[in-house]
DNA sequence: CTGAAAGCGCTTACAG
DNA sequence: CTGAAAGCGCTTACAG
């Protein structure tokens, strides 16, 4: 493979100027600049990443770390990081994925010898063991996901809250006045996936303020336990007359489990999710929905985050906590409640 | 951050002392390793990756390149990475991920910089645009999927046409007479993706040879196409007592086509499918499936790129290509045809 | 058992 | 506009 110094060679300069040439950081005879285009073409020369990162102390890779737990539905996960890598890509980075269950040792890995200029966090829960290790890094960190403390790091996310209202009050304003919300997991939230709850606050609170009763429960995220679970939901509040589903692998189960007990959405029951566009194509689901966001929450995090490493904002320039603003897509799952 | 030389300055011994220390490749006084090893823990030392792979031409790094195609179903994809990031993971390697849509550019990207030691390529096609570009790195590549040139690389894929046959045979078996094959969409065929053929031919031959008659079909990759296909083709087919099903989208479709219709597996229609079994759970599918191994195909192949990678396997010692035997997961989807 | 030195392939001040 | 040289942080023959 060849080396800069053959190319210099070929071309009849110097390294550096064969260097500069390429780089273009100071002026080049348009002669020269010629001579080691052409030696580069002729060698099919590339720079060798590694030398180029150890001369610049930068190595144009953002490190990814995805986790893919036992309790959280796997195809959700995949949205985020495709749109990490493709924004990534357009903006001149190569990602370096860790997916093991241990994420602290792979952030730590990434970080402390150097293999990435940054690091993108996914799935961050209210207390993440991650944190820590981040903060220590030197590379500059961006969430996707509100941790309790979100000091020294860029953070985005959806806006549960809203997300949580937002449901309730739709359906209050069509006539619901009972109401089920099936969240995630419990172990989500005991292991600190401080959405589930975020969401089910807000929505139980605006539900108080306006009087309607919200049955707010768990859900697995495993078929088919939480088709079980969606049956048993519906056979304990038969007067529920809306369903808001914050719950990948219930949202997914739900067709077959209305099918089953002939029920129609909205004529029977007004059906309202938390998922993204692509997910609901996915999984063929008919229902309206708060879009998640995961390609925009990724792209949001890599640019901020390409901004940080590429010194655009400063080093103490105050970090970004950002929320995107929760946007129902209609598909024609929410009306009035039925008439008994 | 703290390099060698300070680690050596610390521990008082020369910097070639402090790496062997590390390395273990020469002996080493007790007295002076635990002075090297305390020096590192006093100052958090951690090796420049760069530096290392600059020294040794070893990244310690497998670029993956997975691709999401428009016609293929992406969560079935999600898989095949996991396994072969997880495995790499294990031997001691990270993963670079190329998603774009452009698998040359990236790969070539990976290869000729030297970011990576090997590369895994996954959903290679008949005439993958993307060999030639491997073919010519230096580094060694598996393949997950068969092309229709396997020089110069391992491959690793499910034995498609044995798959075709079981599906038919199990059928025939158990008395059925009519069939019908729902594959991937025709657009992954003309892009080569010979998987699709190679299981339906052999199912053809099988059935040509048993004297059943199979309709063979294509199926979309989205939704709710793939449904009101289904819904046509058993309209179509209305004394066909099996369905072979080699399509994830389809699959997943499947359950709510099947209620809609009133009718249950294998009492009115005996059903197998083609996917991994971690998809039957994710898409809650209780039909019998012919297991297509992702973790499986996705391990095998970095197990036998690391060997290559670190010189188990010489150079010219010939390639791999190893199936994978389909092996029936039994979920009681498959009976008797039901009389008429 | 240990050290001084060369070298991996770049970039970038320094000098002209 | 161009070149010679130093340096990034490692590893590893070479010498003792």
């Not at 007990?261 to 229902?287: I, K, Q």
């Not at 879009?291 to 904002?313: H, N, T, W, Y």
């Given at each position: 493979m060849a080396t800069i110094g053959e190319v210099a060679r070929v071309a009849g300069v110097s390294r550096s100027t064969a260097s500069y040439a390429l780089s273009g950081k100071r002026s080049i005879s348009a002669d020269v600049r010629r001579r080691v285009e052409d030696a580069v073409r002729e060698l099919g020369y590339t720079p060798n990443a590694g030398a180029r990162a150890l001369a610049t102390?930068?190595?144009r890779v953002i490190g990814l770390l995805a986790q893919f737990l036992e309790?959280?539905?796997a195809p959700a996960m995949l949205q985020y990081m495709l749109g990490v890598s493709n924004t990534a890509r357009e903006l001149g980075y190569d990602i370096l994925l860790g997916t093991e269950a241990d994420g602290r040792s792979a952030l730590r890995r990434m970080t402390s010898s150097r293999m990435v200029d940054g690091i993108v966090l996914l799935n961050?829960?209210?207390?993440?063991?991650?944190l820590p290790i981040l903060r220590e890094a030197i590379q500059p960190g961006a969430l996707v996901g509100l941790p309790g403390d979100c000091t020294g790091v860029d953070v985005f996310d959806l806006d549960f809250e809203e997300a949580g209202r937002v449901m309730v009050e739709h359906l209050r304003r069509l006539g619901h006045r009972e109401l089920i919300l099936v969240s995630q997991p419990q172990h989500v939230i005991e292991r600190g996936g401080a959405y589930v709850w975020r969401l089910q606050n807000a929505a139980l609170e605006a539900a108080r303020l306006s009087g309607i009763t919200l049955h707010a429960e768990f859900g697995s995220s495993h078929q088919p336990e939480v088709g079980r679970e969606l049956n048993a939901l519906l056979d304990a509040h038969p007067s529920a007359t809306g369903l808001l589903i914050n719950n990948e692998a219930a949202a997914a189960a739900l067709p077959s489990v209305l099918h089953a007990r002939g029920l129609a959405a909205p004529a029977d029951l007004s059906v309202v999710g938390r998922y993204s566009d692509e997910f609901a194509r996915t999984f063929s689901l008919p229902y309206s929905s708060i879009e998640s966001a995961p390609d925009r929450l990724g792209r949001m995090a890599v640019r901020e985050l390409v901004r940080r490493i590429e010194g655009q904002v400063g080093p103490d320039e105050p970090h970004v906590v950002r929320f995107v603003s929760p946007e129902l897509v209609d598909r024609?799952?929410?009306?009035a409640p039925p008439e008994r």
């Amino acid at each position: 493979m060849a080396t800069i110094g053959e190319v210099a060679r070929v071309a009849g300069v110097s390294r550096s100027t064969a260097s500069y040439a390429l780089s273009g950081k100071r002026s080049i005879s348009a002669d020269v600049r010629r001579r080691v285009e052409d030696a580069v073409r002729e060698l099919g020369y590339t720079p060798n990443a590694g030398a180029r990162a150890l001369a610049t102390s930068q190595t144009r890779v953002i490190g990814l770390l995805a986790q893919f737990l036992e309790d959280e539905f796997a195809p959700a996960m995949l949205q985020y990081m495709l749109g990490v890598s493709n924004t990534a890509r357009e903006l001149g980075y190569d990602i370096l994925l860790g997916t093991e269950a241990d994420g602290r040792s792979a952030l730590r890995r990434m970080t402390s010898s150097r293999m990435v200029d940054g690091i993108v966090l996914l799935n961050v829960a209210e207390q993440d063991d991650r944190l820590p290790i981040l903060r220590e890094a030197i590379q500059p960190g961006a969430l996707v996901g509100l941790p309790g403390d979100c000091t020294g790091v860029d953070v985005f996310d959806l806006d549960f809250e809203e997300a949580g209202r937002v449901m309730v009050e739709h359906l209050r304003r069509l006539g619901h006045r009972e109401l089920i919300l099936v969240s995630q997991p419990q172990h989500v939230i005991e292991r600190g996936g401080a959405y589930v709850w975020r969401l089910q606050n807000a929505a139980l609170e605006a539900a108080r303020l306006s009087g309607i009763t919200l049955h707010a429960e768990f859900g697995s995220s495993h078929q088919p336990e939480v088709g079980r679970e969606l049956n048993a939901l519906l056979d304990a509040h038969p007067s529920a007359t809306g369903l808001l589903i914050n719950n990948e692998a219930a949202a997914a189960a739900l067709p077959s489990v209305l099918h089953a007990r002939g029920l129609a959405a909205p004529a029977d029951l007004s059906v309202v999710g938390r998922y993204s566009d692509e997910f609901a194509r996915t999984f063929s689901l008919p229902y309206s929905s708060i879009e998640s966001a995961p390609d925009r929450l990724g792209r949001m995090a890599v640019r901020e985050l390409v901004r940080r490493i590429e010194g655009q904002v400063g080093p103490d320039e105050p970090h970004v906590v950002r929320f995107v603003s929760p946007e129902l897509v209609d598909r024609g799952s929410i009306g009035a409640p039925p008439e008994r």
